[in-house]
């Protein structure tokens, strides 16, 4: 199975820590329950990578992680149903919004919905940022190892609202992350186009 072997790189607590590099990045976001850390960490075939907490909402920074030459996986603090503060959920709330407006190396956002639960409004508003930026969110229904088969066709309309049809993921059993995988790497490849097309442009 193609992995995405990837490594920690560092973590920013505001948009001015960010690595300055030329990758790629492909972030991924969603609640604190959404089961990010243990996705992040199928998709790069390492237990350790991420770490992973019975309490929602530990990240609270975003941590950066490099695959290969070009491309860097993003992980953003969870929101939704962790335990924190009002200032430390204002800050993460800014931290969240200033990285998907402004940081320019953002090229795909990968947004991860519990299958069970569909999208909410938090989810369409961040859907609504990420085409502002010309961006089409990959939209992942986590979790469907707890989905039974015959749930499964309710899954198309609890995620209609999003206009594009999610990827069925699970990081117990594997499902979904060879598409994903495939679809993070068109992101890096789209995007080291539009890049190089710039050059070009600019000679």
């Known amino acids: ?33 959404v089961g990010k850390s243990s996705l992040l960490n199928a998709l790069a ?29 993003v992980d953003l603090p969870g929101y939704g149903f962790a335990k924190m503060s009002r200032a430390d959920a204002a800050k993460i709330a800014v931290l969240l919004a200033d990285y998907l407006r402004e940081r320019r190396q953002l090229g795909g956002l990968v947004m991860l919905i519990d299958a ?44 209609a609202a999003l206009a594009t049809a999610p990827i069925l993921c699970s990081a117990f059993d594997g499902e979904g992350l060879g598409e994903l995988r495939g679809r993070i790497l068109d992101c890096a490849r789209m995007a080291g186009g539009a890049r190089r097309g710039r050059a070009v442009a600019d000679v």
């Open 45 to 73: 075939g390492s237990k350790g990578l991420a770490r992973t907490s019975k309490t929602p909402g530990r990240t609270r920074c975003v941590n950066f992680f490099e695959v290969g030459t070009n491309l860097a996986l």
């Open 116 to 159: 069970r639960r569909g999208p909410e409004r938090e989810e369409l508003d961040l859907a609504a940022a990420a085409r502002g930026r010309g961006i089409e969110p990959i939209v992942v229904a986590t979790k469907s190892d707890k989905i039974r088969n015959a749930e499964r066709p309710e899954i198309t309309r609890r995620f």
């Open 1 to 33: 199975m193609m992995r995405l072997e990837a490594k920690f790189v560092s973590s920013a607590f505001a948009l001015g820590d960010c690595p300055r590099w030329e990758r790629t990045e492909v972030a991924l976001a969603g609640r604190s329950n």
